[in-house]
């Protein structure tokens, strides 16, 4: 089992960096114009508009919020499967404070203009800006992380139970094993 649970963090370490590597590979691809697409850069009118809208929906705070408690739920799951050995439970808790350290928001924003780039026109942005500009898409845009932070904790505590079970097998195995 100890095999087993060195395996599960690495491979959970390694997805988390790859993320974060992965993101930040995305954003020179995308800058650089993608492979095989030569050099293309965004027109600064509409790279403006983009910028304005996610500060008008709030993205860049999202984005922050979204890696700190993913992380942070993340840390609750690795430490539910890794016995209550503080050695371990140190490297969970380093790990997770070292890749919330790293969140480069900066970066991830300029991947999301991007990708913003990529599939609306500057008339489907100035579209948006004028929606959220509205008092409905100011509603909209303040209500929305209220309800994906209750569906994320819905989804949390739905899945509690299965990732107990998946625990307590686990265990069950390591203790048939010599």
């Not at 924003?109 to 100035?126: G, M, P, S």
Request: charged fraction near 20%; charge should be negative.
């Amino acid at each position: 089992m100890k095999a087993v649970l060195a395996l599960v963090i690495i491979y959970v370490a390694m997805f988390f960096l790859a993320i974060q590597g992965a993101s930040q590979n995305s954003i020179k691809t995308a800058s650089q114009g993608g492979a095989g697409q030569g050099a293309h850069s965004i027109d600064p009118a509409k790279e403006g508009d983009i910028r304005s809208l996610m500060e008008l929906v709030g993205a860049r705070d999202a984005m922050q919020d979204f890696a700190a408690h993913g992380v942070d739920q993340f840390r609750e799951s690795l430490l539910a499967l890794v016995p209550a050995n503080d050695r371990r439970q140190q490297f969970v808790n380093a790990f997770t404070q070292d890749y919330k350290a790293k969140f480069n928001a900066d970066d991830a924003t300029a991947q999301l203009v991007a990708i913003y780039d990529q599939h609306f026109t500057q008339d489907d942005i100035k579209g948006l800006l004028q929606f959220y500009g509205s008092p409905l898409g100011q509603k909209f845009a303040s209500e929305m992380p209220k309800i994906n932070g209750e569906m994320q904790a819905a989804a949390h505590a739905r899945f509690a139970k299965p990732r107990q079970v998946q625990v307590e097998q686990a265990q069950q195995f390591d203790q048939t094993q010599p």
